[in-house]
């Protein structure tokens, strides 16, 4: 997937377009998704222009990624799910169904979410 400038992600990340951040650091950007689909659901973006998962992991370089990982335990400890569990997801291509083509990792808590996949 190329990676498109223009997408919303790299509007937000551009300040063109608010959002309520959780957590922010060099390379990482959380904010709360605008269409929530549990009590907490967060979004981690990369800073960089990645479009997918794939992309990420193979062009981004070993400190964004170290950046990354990190930034995943501490939206956990801030959004409180430490302790009940939460699902991350990573939406990507035409069978993951991705609607943005910004990388970005799903946290999903503050209830049970149900089986991973319905069919
Ligand atoms: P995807 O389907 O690509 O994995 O997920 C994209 C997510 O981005 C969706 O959960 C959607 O609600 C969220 N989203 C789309 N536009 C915006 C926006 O402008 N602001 C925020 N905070 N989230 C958005």
């Excluded at 998704?33 to 070993?62: C, R, W």
């Excluded at 956990?76 to 990573?90: D, H, P, Y």
């Excluded at 291509?93 to 979410?113: A, F, K, M, S």
């Amino acid at each position: 997937m190329t990676y498109d400038s223009e997408n919303i992600f790299a509007k937000i990340l551009q300040g063109e377009i608010p959002n309520k951040t959780i957590y922010e650091n060099e390379h990482v950007l959380a904010f709360e998704d605008i269409n929530p689909q549990a009590p907490v659901h967060i979004l981690i973006i990369p800073k960089g222009p990645y479009a997918d998962m794939v992309d990420f992991s193979t062009n981004a370089s070993e400190e964004e990624q170290a950046a990354f990982t990190k930034s995943i335990s501490e939206v956990v400890k801030i959004a409180q799910l430490e302790s009940t569990g939460f699902r991350a997801i990573a939406n990507t291509g035409t069978d993951g169904l991705q609607e943005v083509p910004h990388y970005h990792l799903h946290i999903l808590g503050g209830r049970p979410l149900g089986p991973m996949v319905n069919l």
